[in-house]
């Protein structure tokens, strides 16, 4: 497909893609994938912490996220499983992403019903909470889906910048917009008001129908028109099958959570680092987790309650078709390439706030820059992005957009002289965000050039999966490399780790090229 995202348009053609529908459509999608992400992190905390909620209770709340990370596990069933009645009216695509945009709505109102304040109901809240990041992942899996598989690979790069407006005007709407109307209605720490938080939650279900207006807007994909090869039973047995899983994954977790964070005390006082501990035993309490999910689903496909086919080509399959496609080293290259892009500016991100904080700027002076200036500029450099894409083509863009991520990490170095100076702050927080921009849609259209058609939900799944374990990974050590080095290395450390990833598109480009020929 490479050939086909590289193709080269004028700067007009390039500039009236901005305004097909389809790129407007994406507008909608985007927005309500957006919204939830934040009603579940920073608006959930500041309602818990205003009700009275301990601060260790508060953060296992962000646990009800882990299906962003994780929904390559059920993705094949948005792929493969057929909703009744709704899939013969609407189709596959759509009515998966009605069905998710509903839970949304109900899992947002069911947080609304519930006081925090209330011990016996925090559990209902934890419900809610947890429905909600399930049903966010799972509408972030369907409009993927939908995008790839309905917008012509030259326009993906121009309809990637128009969801991720989208998506940011989502995460504004439910961040900064929901801690308004909860002012607005008379809540603060010191007065809590249940009424306050409970209308405002209730106004960000009612925002879900953006989302919804836009998935009865548009067509389902042509390539989605077709009959399914198994039997209803099967298909229960596929979801059975996860459901169960998913339960053994979630109680070992609940089980040994007391003995973690023992283990993780020992540790600390035998490694003498409390974020090395930690890692090395979340991480061993996951992989075992993983063991436990995978045994206990081979356990019931033995038991012949889900079919063996069935598992292998939802899980199987998409991994298999994926190397067939692009061969063992092309294919390998491009994994490598996916996992490493983004690690530059992750592993800087991370830290950006703290630093800002340290060369004195007020938290009044980091969110007009970062959080407002910060948001308008990748929303252009999303738009820029797009039409460069279909300018120059996409590799030609994600090269630039690496090399401009190198480039602009270096600036920072210039806060660190400069200290308190805004003017410098709005420079280097305009270059961060525009390439930001930039990058993100040509990526987001380079993975979606990628993907088999026959395994869209799964192989797009596995890829936004995997573009950022890697460098979330390394980001935690972030704060530590500053405190042992300083600012100044810290900076060129960010940036030199991101000059492989030139040698990694360019290879990649080569490789794609020689087999489209």
Same mark, same amino acid.
């Given at each position: 497909m490479l050939n086909k995202i590289d193709t080269q348009h004028s700067w007009k053609e390039s500039l009236n893609a901005l305004m097909k529908k389809d790129v407007l459509y994406m507008l909608l999608l985007g927005f309500s994938a957006g919204l939830p992400l934040l009603l579940?992190?920073?608006?959930?905390?500041?309602? =818990?912490?205003?009700?009275?909620?301990?601060?260790?209770?508060?953060?296992?709340?962000?646990?009800?996220?882990?299906?962003?990370?994780? $929904?390559?596990?059920?993705?094949?069933?948005?792929?493969?499983?057929?909703?009744?009645?709704?899939?013969? +009216?609407?189709? =596959?695509?759509?009515?998966?992403?009605?069905?998710?945009?509903?839970?949304?709505?109900?899992?947002?109102?069911i947080m609304a019903m519930t006081n925090p304040a209330i011990e016996s109901q925090l559990v209902y809240m934890a419900l809610g909470a947890v429905l909600l990041g399930f049903s966010s992942a799972t509408q972030d899996i369907s409009i993927d889906a939908y995008r790839i598989e309905s917008i012509t690979a030259d326009m993906?790069?121009?309809?990637?910048?128009? &969801?991720?407006?989208?998506?940011?005007?989502?995460?504004?709407?439910?961040?900064?917009?929901?801690? !308004?109307?909860?002012?607005?209605?008379?809540?603060?720490? /010191?007065?809590?008001q249940y009424l306050a938080w409970k209308n405002t939650y209730h106004l960000m279900s009612l925002f879900m129908l953006v989302?919804?207006?836009?998935?009865? +807007?548009?067509? /389902?994909?042509?390539?989605? $028109?077709? /009959?399914?090869? &198994?039997?209803?039973? /099967? !298909?229960?047995?596929? +979801? =059975?099958?996860f459901t169960i899983s998913v339960c053994v994954f979630v109680s070992w977790f609940v089980l040994t959570s007391d003995i973690s964070s023992l283990a993780k005390n020992n540790f600390?006082?035998?490694?003498?680092?409390?974020?090395?501990?930690?890692?090395?035993?979340?991480?061993?309490?996951?992989?075992?987790?993983?063991?436990?999910?995978?045994?206990?689903?081979?356990?019931?496909?033995k038991s012949r309650l889900v079919s063996n086919e069935l598992i292998t080509h939802s899980y199987v399959s998409p991994v298999k078709q994926f190397f067939d496609d692009y061969g063992k080293s092309t294919a390998l290259l491009l994994l490598a390439l996916i996992g490493l892009y983004r690690i530059s500016d992750i592993v800087l991100g991370v830290?950006?706030?703290?630093?800002?904080?340290?060369?004195?700027?007020? $938290?009044?002076?980091?969110?007009?820059?970062? $959080?407002?200036?910060?948001? =308008?500029?990748?929303?252009?450099?999303?738009?820029?992005?797009?039409?460069?894409?279909?300018?120059?083509g996409v590799m030609r863009v994600l090269f630039l957009g690496a090399l401009l991520v190198v480039l602009t990490n270096l600036l920072f170095?210039?806060?660190?002289?400069?200290?308190?100076?805004?003017?410098?702050? !709005?420079?280097?927080?305009?270059?961060?965000?525009?390439?930001?921009?930039?990058?993100?849609?040509?990526?987001?259209?380079?993975?979606?050039?990628?993907?088999?058609?026959?395994?869209?939900?799964?192989?797009?799944?596995?890829?936004?999966?995997?573009?950022?374990?890697?460098?979330k990974a390394l980001a935690g050590y972030s704060g530590s490399i500053v405190d042992s080095l300083g600012y100044v290395p810290f900076f060129i450390i960010a940036s030199s780790i991101g000059i492989p990833i030139l040698g990694l598109v360019y290879l990649a480009n080569k490789k794609l090229k020689l087999r489209s020929l």
């Open positions: 579940i992190f920073s608006s959930l905390s500041l309602w =818990l912490g205003e009700a009275g909620i301990e601060k260790s209770a508060v953060t296992y709340f962000s646990w009800a996220a882990l299906g962003y990370s994780f $929904k390559f596990v059920w993705a094949p069933l948005v792929d493969c499983l057929p909703i009744p009645i709704l899939t013969r +009216l609407l189709g =596959l695509r759509r009515s998966w992403l009605l069905v998710s945009q509903l839970s949304i709505v109900l899992a947002i109102t993906q790069a121009i309809a990637s910048s128009s &969801y991720i407006a989208g998506y940011r005007i989502g995460m504004i709407a439910s961040g900064a917009g929901a801690l !308004y109307l909860a002012s607005y209605f008379g809540t603060t720490t /010191e007065n809590y989302g919804i207006i836009g998935t009865l +807007l548009i067509t /389902e994909p042509i390539q989605r $028109k077709k /009959e399914f090869s &198994y039997h209803p039973k /099967e !298909y229960m047995g596929l +979801l =059975l099958t600390t006082e035998i490694l003498h680092s409390k974020n090395l501990s930690g890692f090395l035993i979340e991480s061993l309490r996951l992989i075992i987790a993983i063991v436990l999910a995978v045994i206990t689903a081979k356990f019931i496909i830290i950006s706030n703290v630093f800002y904080q340290d060369m004195g700027f007020s $938290k009044t002076e980091i969110a007009d820059a970062v $959080k407002l200036f910060g948001l =308008l500029m990748t929303l252009f450099g999303g738009f820029v992005g797009g039409v460069l894409a279909m300018r120059l170095i210039t806060l660190v002289y400069s200290g308190h100076s805004l003017p410098v702050l !709005y420079s280097v927080v305009a270059m961060d965000n525009l390439v930001a921009g930039i990058s993100s849609a040509a990526f987001v259209a380079f993975l979606s050039s990628l993907i088999n058609v026959q395994f869209t939900a799964m192989q797009y799944a596995i890829f936004s999966s995997l573009m950022t374990l890697i460098p």
